[in-house]
Nanobody, 118 residues
Framework: QVEVAESGGGSVQAGGSLRLSCVFW????????MGWFRQAPGKERELVGE???????YEADSVKGRFTLSRDHAKNTVYLHLNSLKPEDTAIYYC????????????WGQGTQVTVSS
């Protein structure tokens, strides 16, 4: 059984930065693509970015150049670095894990709130 848990959210002013962390528990962290999603009030959940076991990343156009994904295999941890934050980045941010043999994210964290004030 795989579990993930994210942390690091908080309230910041526009232009500020946060680092979110996601700890992975389970078998063979290196076999999973890790994703970050977010859901703002009244909106659908959207993909923010992904990172493979080899370190290849994808970022949504809305955050490209501002957010960065990284992973530390020794700590079984994935990070989302949020820079130059905007009020529209306010959302609950979720970490998820996807085994490399499937296209579906099967394991989700409980979410961490990011609030950006103007």
């Amino acid at each position: 059984q795989v579990e993930v848990a994210e942390s690091g959210g908080g309230s910041v002013q526009a232009g500020g930065s946060l680092r979110l962390s996601c700890v992975f528990w389970g078998q063979t962290f290196s076999l999973y693509v890790m994703g970050w999603f977010r859901q703002a009030p009244g909106k659908e959940r959207e993909l923010v970015g992904e990172i493979t076991s080899g370190g290849s990343t994808y970022e949504a156009d809305s955050v490209k150049g501002r957010f960065t994904l990284s992973r530390d295999h020794a700590k079984n941890t994935v990070y989302l670095h949020l820079n130059s934050l905007k009020p529209e980045d306010t959302a609950i941010y979720y970490c998820a894990a996807k085994h490399r043999s499937t296209s579906m994210y099967g394991f989700w964290g409980q979410g961490t709130q990011v609030t950006v004030s103007s």
